[in-house]
């Protein structure tokens, strides 16, 4: 019988995390993965536009097939779900944000005004992004991917962010070969550990945080 799983709290997931490169065979259970979905989606995004488009790639097909577009790392085909995070740069476009307004308004969390408001700031600033569209849904993918991995973590399971993959040959993976609009954010494999969290460790704040001006270390 499967014992309860006892979340670990979040400075402690965010501590203990590390990224995994190898994985056992093991299944999740598909409640745990349903969890781990539910966290996912609840990161924050930008006018809550949801812009994440997310495929939960199981099949030992599908697996194969995305291993293949990230230069054949292997944790893809071990882990028993790899999760790919995509962003749609015209999501504001689509109906899809009538029903997030919908159900924002209906939830008492967005006055009516508000709505109004967004119907038409929405597509003002979504336009003035200009060439900056694909980056900042790609930022909404990216919290998404966070949630996901810091979740995963709590959960007793195992992740690794992956950067390292040919965009077209991902889409094509996921059937998304001809929408323009999608952009791959980043691929995460979660699942047990087959090996131990060894910590690289990181550089002084000094180096890399800074107080009031980029050079001014904090210390
Ligand atoms: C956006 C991003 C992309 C990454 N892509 C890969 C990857 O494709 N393959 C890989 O083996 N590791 C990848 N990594 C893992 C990093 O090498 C790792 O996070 C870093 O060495 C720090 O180790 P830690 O995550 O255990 O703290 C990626 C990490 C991030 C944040």
Known sequence: METAIQPLDA????????SIKSFKS????????????????????????????????????????LAAAAWNQQMVVQAPVTFVFAADIRSWEKPFTERIFAQAEEAGAWPTKAVE???????????????KIREYAVKDAMIAATHLV???????????FMNGWIEDQVKAVIGAADDPD??????????????????????????????????????
């Open 150 to 160: 810091i979740a995963a973590e709590s959960l007793g399971l195992a992740t690794c």
């Open 26 to 65: 093991e299944p999740l259970p598909p409640e745990l993965l349903r969890e781990l979905v539910d966290l996912t989606v609840a990161a924050p995004s930008s006018w809550n536009l949801q812009d994440w488009r997310i495929v939960l790639v199981q099949s030992p097909e599908q697996k194969a097939a």
């Open 11 to 18: 400075p402690t997931a965010i501590r203990k995390r590390r």
């Open 117 to 131: 408001y967004f119907r038409k700031a929405i597509p003002d600033s979504q336009r003035a992004l200009g060439d």
């Open 182 to 219: 999608l952009a791959i954010a980043v691929l995460v494999p979660v699942g047990y550990a087959a090996e131990p969290r060894l910590d690289p460790g990181r550089l002084p704040f000094g180096e890399n945080v800074f107080v009031d001006r980029v050079g001014q270390p904090y210390t």
